[in-house]
């Protein structure tokens, strides 16, 4: 069985398997032993494949190839399939994993299956919770949310995997900040380099302290920490305008995070934790203060502030989701199924007209009956100014606003046609220029 599963030979796995098992008809006790040797050769394999730092990508493949082969022959459990790529990625670098996470891409529409969903569903969870155990999520960042997206695919849209239903927080997280001998060491060093920025430890001191209340909301239900948290989330402290926008902008979503928490309605929240009315109304303050310095951070504030409140709406709804048991979401669908759409027919239509159809069929050649003798596109030159200089005769008694010389499309007209016709027609505007300036200056002096 080793030497079949190592070549990757189904016909010999499949005649090895059926040697073995005419030994003994249909014992319990040799159904596990193959059961066992399978698992061992299967295992082999990967140790074999894998063992190095170089992984061939196609051998992979074809051992994920031949393990499901051997399962629609009913030489093997469907908890396998899963099984192999998880001994893969348990002796794998971690450079590799990432190489070889498209087998699990692939083979996630077979997994999803009502035939494979019930047994290879926990497998899948638990390969990609080891896999997001050994990396980095600053380093791995892009592998963590590739993960990530196939969990969403793989489970359903009401699974509980993975949800805080008891809402706990990560209160190892602890920030650590300079003490008082340690700070002072470190101002010293900083008045010598920075001499015109005051220096006040008290408001580092309050500044990093909020961290703490951010990794434990609860604790400002408390009457004495909650003191504590309002005089420290006194805006004094902000109008010194941090200068790094980008810090500015970790804080203040902090804030409203915490903010959120403290007016939300959860379930798993202690009854005593409610707000008096002057809490929750220093509460609504400083989250519109809040959302007002977003704005006022550049760039992009209002877009930046904008997006973090539809997050935050969006994560009260998940918290209402939860407080109501995870509803599932598809009870509340259409029971009716949509009918299809009808694909359109798009008729090809004469967008033409009659007198379209007239002016296209005047001349083959378009040029030419543009340039026709009989399409007069210029005037004469004295029949057009005809009409406006008898209009500026005195005998007319033609009002000045009805003058076509003050009309400013006769105006456009006239100078297009005059420099049309008239060589002469730049030379007399310069002269009207140099004259209009000789008597300006004159009556300067």
């Not at 249909?26 to 061992?40: K, T």
């Not at 502030?305 to 918290?319: D, G, M, N, T």
Request: overall charge negative; some cysteine.
């Amino acid at each position: 069985m080793d030497e079949a599963v190592s070549t990757l030979d189904l016909e010999k796995v499949r005649s090895t398997y059926k040697s073995m098992k005419d030994i003994d008809f249909h014992s319990m006790l040799l159904l596990r032993f193959l059961n066992f040797v399978f698992q061992v050769a299967k295992e082999g394999k990967c140790i074999e494949l894998f063992g190095n730092e170089r992984v061939v990508i196609f051998e992979a493949f074809s051992l994920c190839f031949i393990i499901t082969l051997m399962f629609f022959t009913d030489l093997c459990s469907r908890s396998i399939t899963v099984a192999v790529i998880q001994d893969i990625f348990d002796i794998i670098p971690i450079s590799q994993c990432e190489k070889c996470f498209s087998i699990v891409e692939n083979n996630l529409p077979q997994w999803k299956s009502a035939f494979f969903f019930e047994s290879c569903r926990n497998l899948v969870l638990r390969m990609c919770n080891d896999l997001l155990k050994r990396l980095s999520r600053t380093v791995n960042t892009s592998f963590c949310g590739q993960i990530l997206v196939l969990l969403a695919r793989a489970l359903p849209l009401c699974e509980k995997s993975g949800l805080n239903l008891a809402s706990r927080f990560n209160t190892d997280n602890i920030t650590n900040y300079e003490t008082v001998s340690s700070f002072a060491s470190v101002f010293r060093t900083f008045t010598l380099l920075f001499r015109d920025i005051p220096v006040d430890y008290s408001l580092y001191v309050k500044f990093w302290q909020l961290q703490s209340f951010f990794s434990s909301p609860s604790s400002c239900y408390e009457r004495g920490k909650w003191a504590i948290f309002q005089h420290v989330c006194m805006f004094i402290l902000l109008q010194l305008q941090l200068n790094d926008s980008q810090f500015r902008r970790y804080f203040l979503v902090q804030c409203l995070i915490i903010y959120q928490y403290l007016l939300a309605d959860v379930r798993s929240k202690d009854k005593s934790f409610v707000l008096n009315d002057e809490q929750i109304r220093f509460v609504v303050e400083c989250i519109d203060r809040c959302y007002q310095l977003l704005c006022e951070t550049h760039p992009r504030g209002e877009y930046f502030a904008h997006c973090i409140k539809v997050i935050l709406e969006r994560e009260k709804e998940w918290s209402e989701w939860k407080n109501k048991n995870c509803e599932d979401f598809t009870q509340f669908g259409e029971k009716e199924r949509m009918g299809m759409f009808k694909r359109l027919i798009f008729f090809i239509l004469d967008l033409g007209n009659p007198e379209l159809t007239k002016l296209w069929n005047i001349n083959p050649d378009m040029l030419n009956a543009c340039e026709d003798e009989k399409r007069k596109f210029a005037p004469i030159v004295e029949d057009f100014i005809r009409d406006p200089l008898d209009e500026l005769d005195p005998e007319q008694q033609v009002e000045d606003q009805y003058k076509s010389v003050n009309n400013e499309a006769f105006q456009w007209r006239a100078t297009r046609l005059l420099m049309y016709k008239s060589p002469v027609y730049f030379q007399v505007v310069l002269l009207f220029i140099n004259c209009s300036f000789e008597v300006n200056t004159i009556f300067m002096f």
